[in-house]
Structures are given as structure tokens and as C-alpha cells.
């Protein structure tokens, strides 16, 4: 089965960016759309952004349009998120997923695999 590790979180000040990338084990990864979701403490696991097995299709929830994107690399099995313009409210654990076949890219239930996270904290 194909494992996702997630990497590139850190601490930064408001404004900066961070890329986070989250490599795959396996050749499969191409076949699979893929998401970055998000949790903050006391908080339940927010929809950040996805992409198709294609990259030719992507979506992002609202707050981080236009700041965020979502890209991947099939040839090297592993998709980034590259976060620009960071706010206080980003601070979460980053977590990367496969999706299943069928279902919105935006619901968390649509994403069968997932990695272990990666902290992201930015301070004011």
C-alpha cells in the first residue's frame, strides 16, 4: 500500500512561506487525486486544498486562495503545497491524503490514506 510522508513545516513569522512537500511510496501515486488538509488544536480537520491525479484540476477553500498552491510531481511521486503570505490562523498540523474514487475533493471522508502531518506555526 502506498505510504505519504509529509515534510517542510516549521515556525515562521506572519508573512513568510513555507513549501511542504509530502513524498509517496509506490509507483500508484499518479492514479490518485490528492489533498492538503489541516487541524489546529481543539479544532476538527479542515479542507485546504487538492488536486487531480492530472494537475490539471485544483481547488482550495476559500481562506487560502490565492496565498496557497497545490502542485505535484508524478515523475517523483510527491506533491507540494507552497504557502505564501502566512497568517497566524495557519498554524496547524499539515496533513497530506489520497483520495478514494468518487466523492468531492472539498470532504475529508472522500480521502482514504493519509500521512502522519507536518506542524506549521507562524507567529504574529
Known amino acids: 500500500q502506498m505510504q505519504l510522508v509529509e515534510s517542510g513545516g516549521g515556525l515562521v513569522q506572519a508573512g513568510e512561506s513555507l513549501r511542504l512537500s509530502c513524498a509517496a511510496s509506490?509507483?500508484?501515486?499518479?492514479?490518485?487525486?490528492m489533498g492538503w488538509f489541516r487541524q489546529a488544536p481543539g479544532k476538527e480537520r479542515e479542507f485546504v486544498a487538492a488536486?487531480?491525479?492530472?494537475?490539471?484540476?485544483?481547488y482550495y477553500e476559500h481562506s487560502v486562495k490565492g496565498r496557497f498552491t497545490i502542485s505535484r510531481d508524478n515523475a517523483n511521486y510527491t506533491l507540494y503545497l507552497q504557502m505564501n503570505s502566512l497568517k497566524p490562523e495557519d498554524t496547524a498540523v499539515y496533513y497530506c491524503?489520497?483520495?478514494?474514487?468518487?466523492?468531492?475533493?472539498?470532504?475529508?471522508?472522500?480521502?482514504?490514506?493519509w500521512g502522519q502531518g507536518t506542524q506549521v506555526t507562524v507567529s504574529s
Open positions: 488536486i487531480d491525479w492530472s494537475g490539471s484540476s485544483t
Open positions: 509506490g509507483r500508484t501515486f499518479s492514479n490518485y487525486g
Open positions: 491524503a489520497a483520495k478514494k474514487p468518487g466523492g468531492s475533493y472539498y470532504l475529508k471522508d472522500s480521502f482514504g490514506l
